[in-house]
């Protein structure tokens, strides 16, 4: 059986779903981790690779972006190695309070979701890699694009820290960057130094090295 959950989580993930388009498949991934740097986020993902990230249960300017077909078939398959969330996930070890993750599955009519402080099921741990993986692309997007708009001195720092991440494949949904990224790289009025950047990490995700 799946867990049930306080109200507060139940209306967290109604406003996910009303927000989010569409009665197909999707996947709904929650952290809430007072203290921390968000202390509250969420992913949602459908069939067809359309992401959605927030940092507030009613941000009505999400981050949006194209999972690949690739990725989003490796995401929904983890799902269903986990059924879908019908059974707890919760380890019985004593491990300190990392934050309560939450996993929510619906198609139509069908829902069901499990949360859980850390998890030692395999596929569990997977597919909240690839959530938070998602999650921190999203906030290099927030971070470079603010930077690029409202403090140019900034894009260098935005722009190393973004290169960094490509190179330790912590990014999905790469082709997000790439308007910003031009536009750097295309405008005299940043510094040198980050229009080359920009441009590197450009053609770094346009043409991949093997």
């Given amino acids: 059986m799946a867990r049930t959950f306080p109200m507060k989580w139940s209306l967290?993930?109604?406003?996910?779903?009303?927000?989010?388009?569409?009665?197909g498949p999707r996947l709904i991934y929650t952290r809430s981790?007072?203290?921390?740097?968000?202390?509250?986020?969420?992913?949602?993902?459908?069939?067809?690779?359309?992401t959605e990230y927030r940092e507030a249960v009613d941000?009505?300017?999400?981050?949006?972006?194209?999972?690949?077909?690739?990725?989003?078939?490796?995401?929904?398959?983890?799902?269903?190695k986990l059924d879908?969330?019908?059974?707890?996930?919760?380890?019985?070890?004593?491990?300190?309070?990392?934050?309560t993750k939450t996993f929510h599955y619906e198609n139509g009519d069908q829902k069901s979701e499990t949360k859980f402080n850390f998890s030692e099921d395999p596929a569990a741990r997977d597919l909240q890699d690839w959530f938070e993986r998602m999650a921190e692309s999203a906030e290099h997007h927030i971070d470079?694009?603010?930077?690029?708009?409202?403090d140019k001195l900034g894009v260098v720092k935005a722009l190393t820290l973004l290169g960094s991440a490509l190179e330790r494949k912590r990014l999905v949904g790469l082709d997000q960057f790439l308007p910003t990224l031009d536009r750097i790289a295309k405008n005299e009025?940043?510094?040198?130094?980050?229009?080359?950047?920009?441009?590197?990490?450009?053609?770094?995700?346009?043409?991949?090295?093997?």
Avoid at 12 to 23: N, Q
Avoid at 84 to 99: C, I, N, Q, R
Avoid at 144 to 150: C, I, N, T, V
Avoid at 196 to 204: L, N
Wanted: hydrophobic share 45%; proline share 7%; glycine share 6%.
């Fill in 12 to 23: 967290i993930l109604w406003f996910a779903s009303a927000l989010f388009a569409g009665d």
């Fill in 33 to 50: 981790f007072p203290g921390s740097v968000p202390a509250f986020m969420q992913v949602i993902v459908d069939k067809a690779g359309n």
């Fill in 59 to 80: 941000d009505d300017l999400p981050v949006k972006f194209q999972l690949t077909a690739a990725d989003t078939q490796t995401v929904f398959d983890l799902a269903g």
């Fill in 84 to 99: 879908y969330f019908k059974h707890p996930l919760e380890s019985p070890l004593k491990v300190a309070f990392m934050g």
């Fill in 144 to 150: 470079l694009d603010r930077a690029a708009k409202y």
């Fill in 189 to 210: 009025t940043y510094m040198h130094t980050a229009r080359v950047q920009a441009a590197e990490i450009s053609e770094a995700i346009r043409n991949p090295k093997p």
